[in-house]
């Protein structure tokens, strides 16, 4: 059965730009309210009066933070029936080249963040028998020279979404994770822009690793993921045949991969342009922390 929006409270994170904003298009268009969070007060300003929604400046790795978006949240609409933990960051470069700095803060906001706002959510989406939708990324089971903190993060977040269905399901709740490719968002576009190594590596991969999807059409799926209380939301849905060849080739296949490319001089063009480029996230990312 479908599970209808029309009447209920969606709290967005990284809901300023990209997938969480076009997410909240949608899921205002079906009928919901929407509750935006986020680091950019302007954008989130000015997307919530396009919705004639709640908006609220905070970093997700900020627990009272959390708590006090939840708090005015609930204050105006009276509870949360959905949470979409959204807002994600990723730092630019290797290990070996750091900073280590950039690859916690990565860590911190992919995978921390989540906890964090799974935890100051729950209580009222358990309460609404609602759903939480958890974005991990196909960067959870493919790995790719430059993105360890990310894969390492999206891979937790998948697993804490896991135990999390397990856990409530006795309550009514429903968990799903989605695992969106590379989407057309600033995130994607800075680091293209960026580093000619990663435009090289991208357009290398095999399908449907290098499909490149719109933020609409990501926002639509997850809509639909939530609709349908959905465990797994694949965008496009061809990354699902990926997931399922994990166990049997896709560490090994990646290994070839990269060596067949040329994996050393892409890693060696990677790290010179990071340490000539002289910072560690994309343009349009919001640090704090």
């Known amino acids: 059965m479908r599970y209808d929006l029309r009447g209920r409270t969606i709290l967005i994170t990284g809901a300023a730009r990209g997938i969480g904003a076009q997410l909240a298009r949608a899921a205002a268009a079906r009928g919901a309210r929407v509750a935006l969070v986020g680091l950019e ?132 709740l429903t968990v799903g994770t989605a695992h969106p490719i590379w989407i057309d968002t600033d995130l994607v576009r800075d680091i293209r822009d960026d580093l000619a190594s990663f435009r090289d590596a991208q357009r290398k991969l095999p399908w449907p690793l290098s499909t490149v999807v719109s933020v609409e059409r990501c926002a639509d799926a997850l809509l639909r993921g939530i609709e349908r209380r959905r465990r797994k939301v694949y965008v496009p849905r061809s990354i699902a045949l990926v997931q399922a060849l994990r166990p049997v080739v896709l560490s090994g296949m990646s290994d070839a991969l990269i060596t067949r490319f040329g994996g050393a001089e892409l890693v060696e063009q990677m790290e010179d342009e990071v340490g000539r480029l002289g910072r560690s996230f994309g343009r349009t990312s919001v640090e704090k922390g």
């Open 41 to 172: 007060p302007a954008l989130l300003r000015q997307v919530a009066e396009e919705l004639n929604g709640h908006w609220y400046e905070c970093d997700v790795t900020d627990q009272a933070g959390l708590a006090d978006a939840v708090a005015s949240t609930v204050e105006r609409y009276g509870g949360i029936d959905v949470v979409v933990a959204n807002a994600g960051v990723a730092n630019l470069g290797t290990v070996a080249t750091g900073p280590v700095d950039a690859l916690v803060r990565t860590i911190d906001v992919n995978l921390s963040g989540v906890v964090r706002t799974v935890s100051a959510t729950l209580p009222h989406v358990v309460a609404a028998r609602g759903h939480v939708l958890i974005v991990s990324s196909a960067a959870a089971f493919a790995a790719m020279p430059g993105m360890a903190a990310y894969c390492a993060a999206k891979a937790g977040v998948e697993q804490f979404g896991n135990v999390l269905r397990l856990e409530n399901r006795r309550r009514g």
